[in-house]
């Protein structure tokens, strides 16, 4: 088990591609387990399909790197949310969230125990608007977004909605929260932040914007505790070398 003490938690990011070229696929897709197989079949698109596969079979390989074993040896569990879990039985601390966005994703890893919530949408132009907004946003969110000049609106309506969702997955309870029961700190200068919450304590929790490392993407994680620290890792499409922040060598992935 590995904990930090004495210091900030520390978080691990890994961005990845989920569109990758064949071969990649090829070599991921055996990682899977029987039920992963099986629920790969189901998607009606090919593109889908092999995204999930790209997904599950990375996040394996992660988490397998830090805990000390093969990709296929992890166990995951899922609650009654739908949200997967390292299985208990492998006695580790480790705590995890992926988000993905079309062919983009995020993965957040942390070894303290902390709880985490990761959320990545790639901006579309024309997707947000006043109706979307009012449906899934607080009313003092929907305040300040209206309250932003025009050209700034879109970027801003990403920011909060990556925020809110990275705060509803550390939950673990997803939309089974009301989604105007908090609110989040998103307007141009603004340090991200979960400003207040009726469904616990808004100062138990740091944020941190994702989106430098994302282009293109508002990103965001949130976790349980004091401010963390960053180590970013960039996971290459074509062979599963991992790039990162941290060390100046890089690691490969099976």
């Not at 790639?122 to 209206?146: H, K, M, N, Q, Y």
């Not at 050209?151 to 309506?157: D, G, V, Y």
Request: hydrophobic share 45%; proline share 7%; net charge negative.
């Amino acid at each position: 088990m590995t904990v930090v003490d004495d210091g900030p938690t520390i978080v691990d990011i890994y961005t990845f591609d989920l569109d990758v070229p064949t071969t990649r696929v090829a070599a991921l897709e055996p990682l899977l387990d029987a039920d992963e197989r099986a629920r790969a079949e189901r998607f009606h698109f090919d593109r889908h399909r092999l995204r999930y596969i790209v997904g599950r079979a990375t996040l394996r390989s992660i988490l397998g790197a830090e805990i000390g074993i093969a990709p296929a040896e992890v166990r995951l569990v899922v609650t009654s949310h739908g949200r997967p879990l390292l299985d208990p039985s492998h006695g580790h601390e480790l705590r995890f969230n992926l988000a993905h966005s079309e062919g983009i994703a995020v993965l957040g890893v942390t070894t303290s125990g902390a709880e985490i919530g990761v959320d990545v949408e790639v901006i579309r132009p024309g997707f947000a608007d006043d109706e979307i907004a009012e449906r899934f946003f607080s009313p003092p969110e929907v305040t300040t977004l209206r309250a932003l000049a025009p050209n700034a609106q879109e970027a801003a309506f990403f920011r909060c909605w990556t925020r809110k969702e990275a705060y509803l997955k550390a939950l673990g309870g997803g939309l089974s929260f009301p989604l105007d029961d908090f609110g989040v700190a998103f307007a141009p200068g603004d340090a991200p932040a979960l400003v207040w919450s009726r469904l616990d304590d808004p100062t138990a929790w740091s944020m941190v914007d994702l989106a430098p490392l994302c282009p293109g993407c508002a990103a965001a994680t949130i976790v349980r505790g004091a401010r963390p620290a960053i180590r970013h890792h960039k996971v290459d499409a074509q062979s599963g070398a991992i790039a990162s922040s941290a060390t100046p060598a890089a690691r490969e992935l099976p």
